[in-house]
């Protein structure tokens, strides 16, 4: 099964660049770096795309 997306670095300029990697098997998102990390199911990711779709979050 082909992966949603490629893994993304997400680096703001600081020191910290954690990634948002999807992985197939177990149908779950992780965000973040070495011990802060947060893992999303499927359904859940589906869910924080489509209100970013939505324009529900903005930029901070």
């Known amino acids: 099964m082909k992966k949603p997306f490629e893994a993304i670095v997400l680096c703001g300029g ?18 973040g770096e070495d011990d802060n990390v947060v893992t999303l199911k499927r359904e859940e990711w589906n869910i924080l795309v489509d209100k970013i779709k939505k324009g529900e979050l903005k930029e901070w």
């Open 14 to 31: 600081s020191k910290c660049c954690p990634t948002v990697d999807a992985d197939v098997t177990t149908q779950k998102v992780t965000i």
